[in-house]
């Protein structure tokens, strides 16, 4: 397939006025018709081209006359029409199969309802339409379906006339005044249980607000709708944004390929990320919840009201918008703790795709598969840059230049360098190296080397920065690099101030006053910028890192950087057993930050194997996992009493799923991961023991996990206990799949893949099963003998047939392969080859050639 090219770029020759919808619902043959209003733009000669794929097409007519065959040409890929007036309207009529449509794009069934994903591409599976996000117009909706079986009817917009018409069917109008792409275009239609609330804005306003969820559910959506409310007012508060119509509407959905969608006054959920009760849900899932409802309703103004102008600008609201998020929990919960998790996440899932065969820039130049594009990198490292942007300019000028952006570009569809010329043209700074984080893929690495005169007391601190080369650039610039740095001395005492980092290498001296000993020198705080920081510590000073450091972030990532030495030395046969003293330090510091439980949480938490396989290559992901793991015992060994009074304490307020008690959960589930690594004879029974007790579900989850992990009767007590508890709520279910595919091996994945609860059709489903071993389970899935990857492939073979934007996501486990160990390496590349030698859809046919480079 050819690759589509931001340089390539061309405006519209038209402008769609408006669009008027009309659906006529049945799930085996739904008719959609189009009336478009058209007004030519651009050239006189250029021909109309309309987007449409999947589409049967029964009519077609300007201004009332219908066209013959002759006058337009009919492809895979949609309907062009060369000599077509200045002004006219174009009417279509098509018909489209929802309940045949697996890949979950356009308008489809879940659950017996109608629902559409239109983002990125899905809305040319509707109807005959300029399917590109620089072609905004106004839409009305009118839709039809069998009253019975689908009593709400909901579009964009505001609701209008409703009513009955023949044979038991009744109808619904919808308008939206705002101008939008189609790929923001929803409809909803089914039986569903509402949850129903009311917002009042910062100008007086009442809005109606409503999440929608299967029969039975509606208690289950509560917090949706309480994060939903924080999140309207937190706009408000802090960026002025006020919601821009009457209805705000929420829908969940079980069959869904993302998180969720930002469609405008319409926003549709997978149910993974609106249903949570105390019985069902876990922490994570209320984090999740909150986090994902504020980014879908922040997109309102940071999509919606301004968009993309092409999808190579997509971070310009993606990045923007997990910015926006992350700061929202923030303010919600614990910053210090939000900023680790978030640095967590990032250095899992984007460094390893910066380091690997997919590495692409933040506004990549160039794709293949659109779907493809929502990639770590866009939203993560893309919400770093705008951190960075922040940070650089200070909290006043950036809401100064966000206001002008919102100001000057609503109702537009714009780039990158329209964002930045509001931030230019408010502070009078020049961003072009700066812009350079768009264009360069890659980790920067920083390397810094400190000396110390104690007879002058000059501190100097040289930096020097490189960025690795990617796929497709090799030579790189130096990037502005901020990075928020102090001096620390044995009292706590500090000087702060921000370095830009803009040459290759930079010498910072400091000349202290008489008497000072040496100082610690803060680097990077609050990890200012998403780089790799090398810097070769003895471990004395690691040490005293952790006693000294200030800041939350860099005295967390003391103790990651000990711990992942520890176990890289491990795992490669250096060190035999871990090191008393250094395993005392990290138990000293759980200990020590015991009266902040979320955040001795964190530091009781070891790196993951995702994160230490970026570290040293090749990467031996069963050695790591081993290593890891006897770190993990020989912490607890240190911990017992400390675990033993956190766990033997139970909790007799109500559950409250706030930050205050999800940290004091976090901390009894990272002692329950511990307990589960120890090896201690007891700790099957003492797990069941967890299990049994645990009130709410993160806790019994945690002794899950733990227990899926070992041998024995516990684990299958455990387990079948859950299943027969749990086996009619499918989320819950997901779970219990995934605990075993996180701890299990090939043959666990096979037996996960034939029980009759595993779904095909069902993103989640699949997920809980082949993400959790490929993508968190490594050491499972990169097995020597490429057990894994077998196991993997066929799944994706058969899921990829059903859903290619689901094939392809699974197939990215594989973006690592070059850095193993060369058995796993050697299976690895064997199972890629025979994916790329199989019929895969262009998704996953994209991930493979780039993954095989
Ligand atoms: N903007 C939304 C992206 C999305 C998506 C992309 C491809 C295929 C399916 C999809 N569903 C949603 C989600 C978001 O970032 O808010
Ligand atoms: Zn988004």
Known sequence: PVAVQLSDYTAYPFEIEQVDLRFDLHPDATLVRADLKIRRTGAADAALELDGEALELKSIAIDGAPLPESAYELTESGLTLQDVPNAFTLVTEVEIAPSKNTALSGLYMSGGRFCTQCEAIGFRRITFYPDRPDVMSRFTVRMTADKETYPILLSNGTPGETGDVDDGRHFAVWDDPH??????????????????????????????????????????????????????????????????????????????????????????????YVLADEASATDADFEAIESIVAHEYF???????????????????????????????????SRPVQRIKDVIRLRARQFAEDAGPLAHS?????????????????????????????????????????????????????????????????????????????????????????????ETREVAVTLKQRVPATPGQTNKKPMLIPMEMALIDDEGNMAEWITLFEDEELTLTFDLPEGSERPLVSINRDFTAPIRLKRNLDRETQLAMIRLETDPFNQWDAVQALAKQEILALSEGSQAEPDDALVDAIAAAVTGASDDPAFAALLARLPDVNELFLERQPADPVALDAARKKLQAALYGKLRQFADSVLGESSTQAYDPGAEQAGERAL??????????????????????????????????????????????????????????????????????????????????????????????????????????????????????????????????????????????????????????????????????????????????????????
């Open 362 to 454: 933040v506004r990549p130049e160039t794709y293949g598969a659109i779907d493809n594009l929502y990639t770590a990198t866009v939203y993560e490292k893309g919400a770093e840059v705008i951190g960075m942007l922040r940070r650089i300019l200070g909290e006043e000028t950036y809401r100064k230049g966000m206001d002008l952006y919102f100001d000057r570009h609503d109702g537009q569809a714009v780039t990158i360098e329209d964002f930045y010329a509001c931030f230019e043209e408010v502070s009078g700074d020049d961003f072009t190296q700066f812009r350079l984080w768009y264009s360069q893929a890659g980790t920067p690495e920083v390397s810094v080397e400190e000396s110390w005169n104690p």
């Open 299 to 333: 997109h309102n103004w940071t999509g919606n009201r301004i968009t993309c102008r092409d999808w190579f600008q997509l971070c310009l609201k993606e990045g923007l918008t997990v910015f926006r998020d992350q700061n929202f929990s923030a303010d919600m919960r």
């Open 668 to 853: 009894r589930t990272a002692l329950i991961g511990l307990l589960a690594a120890s090896g201690a004879d007891e700790a099957g029974d003492r797990l069941l023991s967890l299990y049994k007790a645990a009130t709410n579900m993160t806790e019994k989850l945690a002794a899950l996990r733990g227990l899926a992990g070992l041998d024995g009767e516990a684990r299958e007590t455990a387990l079948a206990d859950f299943e027969a508890e749990w086996t009619s709520n499918p989320l819950v279910m997901d779970k219990w799949f995934g605990v075993q595919a996180g701890t299990g091996d090939a043959a666990t994945i096979e037996k996960l893949a034939a029980h009759s609860a595993f779904d095909l059709r069902n993103p989640n489903r699949v997920r809980s099963v082949a993400a959790a071993f490929a993508m968190q389970n490594l050491a499972g899935f990169h097995a020597p003998d490429g057990s894994g990857y077998r196991v993997v492939e066929d799944i994706i073979l058969k899921a990829d047939k059903v859903n290619p934007a689901l094939g392809a996501r699974l197939l990215t486990a594989f973006e690592q392969w070059r850095s193993l160990e060369p058995k796993a390496k050697a299976e690895a590349e064997a199972c890629l080859r025979r994916l790329q030698a199989a019929d895969l859809s262009k998704n996953s046919a994209d991930i493979v050639s780039r993954a095989l480079g």
């Open 179 to 272: 101008k939008k792409p189609a790929y923001l275009f929803a409809l909803c239609a089914g039986d569903y249980d509402v949850y129903r609330d009311q917002f009042t804005t910062m100008s007086g306003k009442v809005i109606d607000l409503a999440v929608h969820v299967d029969k039975g559910d509606a208690d289950r959506a509560a917090w949706a709708m309480d994060s939903l409310k924080r999140s309207m007012k937190w706009d408000e508060e802090t960026y002025g944004r006020e919601y821009d119509l009457g209805v705000f509407n929420i829908v969940a959905v079980r069959d869904f390929n993302f998180g969720a969608m930002e469609n405008k006054g319409l926003n549709i959920f997978n149910s993974a």
